[in-house]
Nanobody, 128 residues
Framework: QVDLVESGGGLVQPGGSLRLSCAASGFTLDHHAIGWFRQAPGKEREGVSC????????YYVDSVKGRFTISRDNAKNTVYLQMNSLKPEDTAIYYC?????????????????????WGKGTLVTVSA
């Protein structure tokens, strides 16, 4: 059974940092592209960042480039999202999600229906 469990969300002030973690079980992480979607109140789900089966294959949505960094630890079957210089508009539920394309195609096309597995999400709130 595939399971994705997110952690690391919380309340942070603007300009602060958080690191999200996604622990995967039931499959081998190094055979999958994996990343993070987010959904803010009243908005559609958005693909934020993804790392493909090779670590140099990464994707970031324009609004987080230069602030967020995705990484994976295949030995721990875990993917991370380091979020720096957080802004109020980053407030959302962040979902860990696997992409069967192996090279983040679903993220690049912002196609949530191209995702095969989802975590339950972790809430990030950026507020003073």
């Amino acid at each position: 059974q595939v399971d994705l469990v997110e952690s690391g969300g919380g309340l942070v002030q603007p300009g602060g940092s958080l690191r999200l973690s996604c622990a995967a079980s039931g499959f081998t992480l190094d055979h999958h592209a994996i990343g993070w979607f987010r959904q803010a109140p009243g908005k559609e789900r958005e693909g934020v960042s993804c790392v493909g089966i090779s670590d140099d294959s990464t994707y970031y949505v324009d609004s987080v480039k230069g602030r967020f960094t995705i990484s994976r630890d295949n030995a721990k079957n875990t993917v991370y999202l380091q979020m720096n210089s957080l802004k109020p508009e980053d407030t959302a539920i962040y979902y860990c999600a696997t992409d069967p394309s192996r090279y983040c195609s679903a993220y690049k096309s912002q196609d949530e229906y191209g995702i095969d597995y989802w975590g339950k999400g972790t809430l990030v709130t950026v507020s003073a």
